[in-house]
Every structure is written in C-alpha cells, then in structure tokens.
C-alpha cells in the first residue's frame, strides 16, 4: 500500500515578509549607550554608573548639541553636554540620585525640585527643558538646560509645590492642575503637550508655564478637564484614548501614540475646544478598532501594536511600534485614514515582529523601543528592553 504524507497540510505557514524601503542605516547604530555585555558576550548586572542604563523610555536632542536620557529604571536622568561619539560613553551630570552609583525612588527619600520616580518623556525648546516625572504625577521644568548634577528643577506642574506626589493630588477626578501617570512631554509652536497617560488624556498648555501648579488650557481625550473615563467613557472613537504615551507636533498637526488602541491619533488642526475628534488614524481600519495588529499575530505595514514613541524627520512620521520591536515610517504627505507605513527598521519585512528578531541582541535589533527623538540625520531610539539607547543614522 503506497503511503502518502499529510505532514505538508499541518505545516505552519510561516509569514512573508513584505517589501519595504529602510528607515534607518541598516548597518545598525552608530553609537550604542548602555550595552551591559562582557568581553565573553554574556550579560553584566545592571548597577548604577555613569555608562550604565536600566530601562531608558525618554531620549531628547537639545537644540545646542547636548543629549539626555531618562534612565527610567534607576529612576535619573543622565546628561551629556555634547552628543556622545563613542559607545558607552560615560554621562557628564545627573539629576535625581546623589551620585552615578546610587539609585531608589526620589533618591530613598520625598519628592522634591531634583528627585525622580520613573522618569519618561523628555522635550527641550533649546531653552527650556520639561521632563515627565511619571511616578511623581508631575512635570518637571527647568527653565534653563541643566548644567550639573542635581541642579534643582524651577516649575511643577500637576502638583501644588515640589512636595506633592500623588495621583490627581489625592483626589478622585481629574482637574485642569492634576496629574495620573504622566508619560510623555512635547514643546512645540511655544505650547507645552503632556500624555497625562493614567487619566487618558492630552493637556496643552498655549503658552509654555510660568508658574508652579499652573492649569492646562485645553484637553484632548475627555470631554472636560475633570473626566478621565477609558476612551472618554463612550468606547473607542474619534475622540476618545486609552493609552496617550507621545506627542508630535508638525506644520499644524498633531499625532498621539494612543498605545492601549494601538493606534496613532491625528488632528488637521489646534482645536479650539475640549475633546475635539480627531481628523483620523493610523493603525487602524476604523475608529472604533482596537485590536492588536488588528486581530491578527503577525503584524503589516497597516498594523500596530502598542505603539508608545513618535517623532517626525523630514516628511516622515517615525513610530515607535513597541510590542512589535520594530520602527515603522509613515510619510506625511497625503497621509490620511488608515496610511500604510512606507520605511522599516528593526525586523527585514512588514510581516514580521519578535524581540530582537528572536535571537541576541545586534546593532540593528530592537526589544521593546519606547521612544524616538531626531537630530537633523541621527534618530535617537530608547531601545527599552535591551536597556540601552541607539544613536542611528538615518537611511540615505
């Protein structure tokens, strides 16, 4: 009796990866900050120092050449006063411990004008330096760029003074002074953008703060400044948020990681009122979608999966595709309702996702990358889960 196989017929089909221009050099990073590896190619414990990282989720170009880091997981920041031309380069200041060697949550001790607790988003007009101080439920703001160690910060926002660190200010709702895990920091057109991420909602300042505890001006996400219901209490929509990280501001538009919809927001325009809906996103087929990568495992060049960092570079959106260990380019002429990306970095097609490709970690490999900031032709990646930031040039 002649045998026939069926094994063929319950193979699994393996994804095919899809055409796509690169993104960012695809020789990898130029400079890699806070590899913890031995010369033996093994992993080295993760402890404090000024060329060490634990979980970066902020990076920050500031206009004048310095460069900084929110060294989230040893609850710091770390300053270089030029852009590093070296691997590992040591930082030159820190704000948040005592010294390069000491961690904990507000340095062991009370909030206060130079203490941290999970630090994340980073923005810098040049003058200005804002940084979003999650676990303290504050923005910090120094109205000068920092020149030294534990040089104190001059503003709180989301707090009444220095000494507060509580959700809200202890109080059940929302208000237009009032912070809940905020993750993300935009300067841009004199405004200040925070992701007031645990009340799922975007404040703007329309000019930037002059004073401690000043309220915000208007709100994107909630219908008001004192809602914080999960997509403004109506389901996904046009309006709504589950998961602001980041904001990017552009000619006029603004786009929102909205990471718990996997998805980006976009708005054509300032709106001028609260909770105004947004002109359309991408990552999504509809407004109403919510899904990861749209239901399906593998992601595409329409699909996103908690997307956290977004920046712009040259006509191109750059997004963080974060549980997809990827960065995928959206150009940002014509881009409308469900724009396919263009431009990829960090896996070789469209079709295909995995930490680090699945295999040991590489200078053009990525796990878990939780923001993006850009430097003329230098993309700066908080590439979170291998604990270190990639300093990438762009793609020719």
Known sequence: MTRVSLASAFRPA???????????????ASIVLGHHVAANGLPVPIAPGPSTLFGPRGVCFAPGGAFLVADTGHHRLLGWRQLPQADNAPADFVIGQPDFFTEGRN???????????????????????????????????WTSLPEHSNQPADLVLGQKDFGGGHANRGECRAGPDTLNWC?????????????????RRVLVWNALPETNGQPADL?????????????????????????????????????????????????????????APASFILG???????????????PSERALQMPYGIAVREGTLICA????????????????????????AGQSGFALKGDNRWKAATRD?????????????LVAVAD???????IWEAAP
């Open 14 to 28: 393996c994804p095919v990866p899809l055409p796509a221009s690169p993104l960012l050099d695809p020789a990898g």
């Open 107 to 141: 340095a062991g001790d009370k909030p206060g004008p130079a203490t941290l607790n999970m630090p994340t988003g980073i923005a810098s007009d040049g003058r200005l330096l804002a940084v979003a101080d999650a676990w303290n439920h504050r923005v910090l703001i």
């Open 183 to 199: 993750y993300g920091v935009t300067i841009a057109d004199g405004r200040l953008f925070v992701a007031d991420t645990g009340n």
């Open 219 to 275: 709100v994107f996400g909630q219908p008001d400044m004192f809602a914080r219901d999960d997509n403004g209490g109506s389901g996904a929509s046009a309006s709504g948020m589950r998961w602001p990280h980041t904001i990017a501001v552009t000619s006029g538009r603004i786009f929102v990681a909205d990471a718990g919809n996997s998805r980006i927001m976009a708005w054509n325009g300032m709106p001028n009122a609260d909770g």
């Open 284 to 298: 999504q087929k509809n407004f109403e979608a919510i899904d990861h990568n749209r239901a399906a495992y593998d």
């Open 321 to 344: 595709d974060t549980a997809n260990s990827r960065i995928v380019g959206f150009p940002l002429e014509g881009l409308d309702m469900d724009a396919p990306a263009t431009t990829l």
């Open 365 to 377: 490999s990525l796990c878990w990358p939780f923001a993006i900031a850009v430097h003329e032709d």
């Open 384 to 390: 979170t889960g291998n604990n270190r930031v990639l």
